[in-house]
């Protein structure tokens, strides 16, 4: 008896600490949306917590209205995709043979991928190798192919795959599979778990990535949503330039940070959920060493 009322106990503070934990997590986002979605007045008298005040959504209407909105978030889109793809695949492919302890040179290349955690080469050399040398600059490769292998994803991804039993890839050895076939056959398909935990880390990279297309992309047709929100925030792009009146100008200088983020970050929360499960199961398994 003593224990059972013990344990639920255990449940109520647990979840009581959860609610709390959800809370605080959820009220900047809430906050967000509601000043996004309230007049100047409001915002500028202080009223706005987590329901909007004087609703309005003049700022969505302007942003949404734009041609140019659309193209740019289909190019974020694209850089997404192509380079979640790319990322992926890269580092899957080196990942693999990591993991495989009896491979003479790994001793070398572990050391070599844990080497490039710690120490770059600087912006400018960045800058100098791929815009002077590898003729990527105003080209959607320079902002995909940089970044395309993380060594802290690599390290997941070997951890991962060291963990599958090698009784699995000796039996399709007998069943006559190859490297390759083993590969994309076995491993592949018992690694769902890291392999989406993956797609999410590079996705939300790429996505809110600004920083890189404003070094390499000097044609604004090829900007993606981040770095062209990013230019209102910074009144590079005034509200007068992408089309509001002088009398909308003050209501949207107000919400235009609020509504900046949310439109950036909403695609985001909305993938989440379906890759949540095989999120949480790739970390804790690529977390742990077999």
Excluded at 51 to 72: E, G, M
Aim: hydrophobic share 50%; aromatic share 14%; proline share 5%.
């Amino acid at each position: 008896m003593k224990t059972q009322a013990s344990y639920r106990v255990f449940q109520v503070l647990n979840g009581f600490v959860m609610l709390l934990v959800v809370a605080i997590t959820l009220y900047p986002f809430l906050y967000l949306v509601s000043q996004s979605f309230s007049s100047e007045a409001a915002i500028y008298a202080g009223k706005v917590t987590i329901f909007p005040i004087d609703f309005t959504a003049q700022t969505y209407k302007l942003l949404l209205s734009k041609p140019d909105f659309f193209r740019y978030y289909g190019n974020t889109v694209l850089y997404s995709v192509l380079g979640t793809f790319i990322s992926v695949l890269g580092t899957a492919v080196l990942a693999y043979p990591l993991s495989k302890e009896k491979l003479r040179l790994n001793k070398f290349f572990i050391p070599f991928v844990l080497f490039t955690m710690y120490f770059g080469g600087g912006l400018i050399p960045n800058y100098v190798l791929v815009a002077k040398t590898l003729h990527m600059r105003d080209t959607m490769w320079a902002i995909i192919i940089p970044g395309a292998i993380s060594a802290f994803n690599v390290i997941l991804v070997k951890t991962f795959f060291a963990n599958i039993p090698c009784e699995i890839e000796e039996a399709a050895k007998v069943d006559g599979l190859g490297v390759y076939g083993i590969f994309t056959r076995i491993v592949l398909p018992l690694s769902k778990p890291i392999m989406a935990t993956m797609v999410l880390f590079c996705i939300v990279g790429i996505w809110n990535n600004w920083f890189g297309p404003s070094l390499f992309l000097q044609s604004k047709e090829k900007w993606p949503i981040a770095l062209y929100l990013r230019q209102i925030i910074d009144n590079a792009v005034s509200p007068t330039e992408v089309g509001a009146s002088s009398e909308a100008s003050s209501q949207i200088a107000a919400t235009i940070k609020s509504t900046a983020m949310v439109l950036t970050s909403l695609p985001i929360i909305c993938i989440y959920p379906f890759v949540q499960k095989y999120f949480v199961q790739g970390m804790m398994i690529g977390s742990v060493k077999g």
